[in-house]
């Protein structure tokens, strides 16, 4: 059975931007054969509690896969020597930590059923020259990380492309 | 380590399971013209009322610049669209024959997601990408794995009783009148 419901809007309604500043950015490469050692790795890692504000793991070339882990700058310290610990850093080569970096995000109704609203976010900061450093687009929500003092410039720019709610 | 071990060996408990439809990733590779490339991909598949349900990009000089997913029965016209702009044409691969599980709640703790690579990587299971989102983790794996995917990872995490993974029996489709 097909329901046709009309709904119109001027621009793509949002609940809000959730903004983030002062965290890390940790860039890991993983060849998928070591996917099992990194997964009990980051086990470890959770033991203490540390939190995250975005994942996400994307191939980089064919063979290798790369992990991106928004968190804390706080935790950065910690996560790093705990890595260091298991890998050669220097001598691998395979671990970036990008710092301090900052994060918009943002949902609304039935963004991952809906054609445009990625593209509207990334012309809004790409037509102003705002470089975008990851981004994820999963479920209904938007992720999209910044260079340090980015967000400032960034946030009037995407409530221009998206109805934010007033307080 | 003895630590970790130790909580695998406990069940996690988790709220859900979903599964996707079937979809093909689309990698957008990083040559000559990177930020030209990626931003007409998303202008064109907008223009064309395309949606892309799932991506990933990152702009760090990478040989892959960015990942997404498509429905399985859009891929002919994104073809065709792509196909008549020769800047896309050799920048775009793709990947048939995917599909997303995405397991809830993750409680922005590492554990969810390292035991899932955990379980993943052991059992040798493709990963052709994974993002978290405000509750959950989603993971792109071969389409025919999914099943096999779930069964792997409910050895080690617990579902409500009465619970089981489920794909979406209502799909929402936008146009433009």
Known sequence: METIAVYWEPKPKTYGFKEVTDLSLMNIEITPGKMGQWG???????????????????YSTHQKLRLYILLEKFWADSVLSHIDNRIDLEAEKYFHLTSPVELISFQGPHFGDRYGIAYSAFKALDDQGIPILVAACSGAAVYIVLS?????????????????PQP | MNHTRESIDKKIRINGIKLSTELVQVNLLNRFFPQDSGALFFQLLAQNQINIPFILTSGMGEKIIGSCCVAAEDIHRIKKVVGGEPKLKE??????????????????NLKLLGLSFYLLGKQHLPLYGMASSISSLTFITDYSQL?????ILLEYMNLPPNHAPFRPEIHVIQKKR
Do not use: Q
Request: hydrophobic share 55%; net charge negative; aromatic share 8%.
């Open chain 1, 40 to 58: 009990l790795w980051l086990m470890e890692l959770a033991d203490p509690d540390i939190g995250f504000h975005l994942i996400l793991a994307k």
């Open chain 1, 148 to 164: 340090e003092k980015k967000l400032l410039a960034a946030r009037p720019l995407l409530a221009e492309a998206f109805e934010v």
């Open chain 2, 91 to 108: 920048k775009l691969e793709f990947i048939p024959g995917v599909g997303t599980l995405c397991i809830f709640p993750h409680h922005s």
């Open chain 2, 147 to 151: 099943d096999n995917a779930v069964s």
